[in-house]
Structures are given as C-alpha cells and as structure tokens.
C-alpha cells in the first residue's frame, strides 16, 4: 500500500536551516509529483513548492524562492525539503503531498513533521 | 493570482442534518482546477473531491461537489459524527496552489 513517511520533529534557531524528509514506498516513486504544503499552528494550509523526482524539475512558490530547496534520491523513493534562514514565523508542521502528473490534486500525505524555530 | 474565500468560518450543525460548504474565487477558475481537502485535528489533510465535483477514492456518496465559474459548494447530505472537522478547498493556477482559510464544522 502507498506509505509516505515523513522524518521527526526539529527544534531551530532563527537563521538556522532546516531539511525534512518524506520517503515513498508502494507505488513508483519516479511516477508521481511531490508537493509540501506547511501549516503554522492553528492556520490554514499553505502551498511551498513540488518536485518532479523523475525530472529533477522544481516549482516553488513565489514566498520561498531563494529560501527553499527539494530535492530527491531515486535510490531511497526519498524527496527533501531544505529551508533556510529560519524566522519564528516559520515554525509549523510540514507536509510532503503526493500528485498524480496533472491531476492538480494531493491524493497521499505524510503524517506531518513539527519544525519549531525559537531561540 | 486567485484568491479563495470560504464561508461560513465556522457551522455549527448536529448530525444527521445538512452541511453547505462554499468557496468563492476573486475571479473565474476552471473547474478541473478546484479541490476539496478535509482535515481532523492532529492529521494530515485527506483528498475529498477534485474537480470540482468528483468524489475521491473511498469517499461516501453523502459528500457532493459542485459549482463553476466562481462559485463552489460542498454539500454533506447527512452529517456523520466523523464528518466534523475542517475543509479546505484548493486551486490550482499559474503561480501554484493556493488554499481558502478553511471552513470548521462543528458538532452543535
């Protein structure tokens, strides 16, 4: 069955990076798109970016460009989500979020991972 | 780029009665474009309707998308106790994906 299984909670300082990992397994990992979308506590859900692990090929949203990176290894159905110069703003639960190509909707999450930034 | 509105922020409903859901585009967007997502306290989101008004896998025939242009609806005909929680609608267009604020439906 299609897991996507996402690394544990990180604590950061402001200015520090951060980098999550969502792993795939049960279905071809080079197949499908994934998404991560964040939701600060108590808030809504906000779109950050997706990967084509096929591809190689990014897409992030205006807000991260130049502060966020995705990336993935074929070898582990892994993609990473790398965000830099952390503000307390940031802290939120990440999601990754899987696409069938063009079919514009998220159908497998992760569970979440918790990323609080506080000094 | 396009802005989701969802309305009303909170309903409060006991179960067994209808819910009516809607979400508002700033301008028209193509119907292929508008998902619905619902979300339970401590979980991830779960993929409801897409396309406006096409019931994802495993999604109980009580749940019904509709709408175009840019006006959208979900409607549940009778509430489950499982079915409180809050829903988000979803579109997608030229700058990305871009969310409502989301609609809480609570237990009345």
Redesign the interface.
Known sequence: QVQVVQSGAEVKKPGASVKVSCKASGYSFTSYYMHWVRQAPGQGLEWMGMINPSADITHYAQKFQGRVTMTRDTSTSTVYMELSSLKSEDTAVYYCAREIPNALNFDYWGQGTLVTVSS | EIVLTQSPGTLSLSPGERATLSCRASQGVNS??L?W?Q?KPGQ????LI??ASTR??GIPDRFCGSGSGTDFTLTISRLEPEDFAVY?C?H?GS????????TKLEIK
Do not use: E
């Open positions: 292929r474009c998902t997502y979300q991830a989101p779960r993929l897409y396309g994802a896998t988000y979803q997608y700058s990305g994906y871009t969310f409502g604020q989301g």
